[in-house]
């Protein structure tokens, strides 16, 4: 694939194509400087060491710090999933190269009992590998994968556990992101045949349904539960302002998780959330005009709170899968202003930052002062993905 033609490819949405009918210049060769801009940012991928112990998670601006992280860590399926996912966009058989040799670096994690993300750490890596090449070990590694998370699942609460430490205090925690990892037993249960993983998305995703959501159809990001009962103990936070607030990241986890859920169910209940929850996210007071959420919705400093740009394309990958059940062309405007607002050079890292990864202004963790305002693996990820939603419609 030509270098014009990948452009054209990452960038020919509508408003190019408005803007080059309209005769307007400035914008055109606006948008040919970020196909140029994205096109850096994806070979500094392409060029990145392979080291299974240093996956690339963020970075420092103010040093170019790479955070590096072993398979351990709940982000490290994501570079080779992006390589994936490039290798399907530009058709580049190096991306594929570079794909096949980071993918097995998480293929340990799908014995990990020790951790609730093994959805992250194994599907998003040899999950789009399978897209690519039938390989027998990449689904032996998912059926594995769902086999293991399975082990967290209790049954009196009707969830998959979360996090294992702060016992003291949350007998048995969950988490909105954990919606994210049924894919992982959703497609086992396609490769398997054994119903079994599937029967334990469904009795998650209905869990959370009940227990999650509030009135206004935001969520909370974390639920505590009883383990003798099954009842709900508390409903709080780790990562959004306060227990009542409404996490950007955490609002998106569930419109994708749920979406996606119906994908493979096609229960109503779960479509019907999904759409009550991008709603409230989408017609938000405080949501920004360009499209790219403060990290939470009730920051107080809004306007001078930090952007998460993880958020918009994890949402805007969401609402393209959601728009191809619904028509509702509301998600299709909010997911394509993402893709515009991002597709420049104020969130498009700078050419002269060598660093794998493609935007800035993400943020991680905002409570531990964590990752704040800064390339995240996972806010590329779901670019890239959204991007090949938008192609697939």
Known sequence: MTKVNHILFVLGFAWLLTACKSGNNSQTNATASSGNLLETRYKMMLEYPVDSMAMPRSMTPESNLIKKVPSRDWTSGFFAGNLWQLYRLTGNSEYKKQAEKWTPFSKKESVNRGSHDVGFKVYCAFGEGLKVVDNPEYKKTIIKGAETLCTRF????????????????????????????????FE?????????????????ANTTLKNQ?????????????????????KKTTLQGYNDDSAWARGQAWAVYGFT???????????????EATAKFFMTNKNLPEDGIPYWDFNDPG????????????IMASALYELYGYTKNKTYLAYANKVIQTLSSDHYILDSKINAPFIFGHSTGNWPKHDEIDEPIVYADYYFLEAVLRKKDL
């Open 154 to 185: 209790n049954e009196k609460v009707g969830a998959i556990r979360s996090w294992d430490f702060n016992k003291d205090i949350w007998e048995y925690p969950v988490i909105i992101d954990n919606m994210m990892n049924l894919e992982l037993l």
């Open 188 to 204: 086992a249960t396609k490769l398997s045949g054994n119903k079994k993983y599937q029967d334990i998305a469904i009795k998650h």
């Open 213 to 233: 959501f509030r009135k206004d159809n935001s969520c909370y990001h974390v639920v505590v539960y009883d383990t003798i009962t099954g009842t709900v103990k």
């Open 260 to 274: 996606m859920s119906y994908r493979y169910t096609k229960d109503k209940a779960y479509i019907d959330q999904a």
């Open 302 to 313: 809004i306007p001078n709170a930090a952007r998460d740009v993880s958020a918009a394309t």
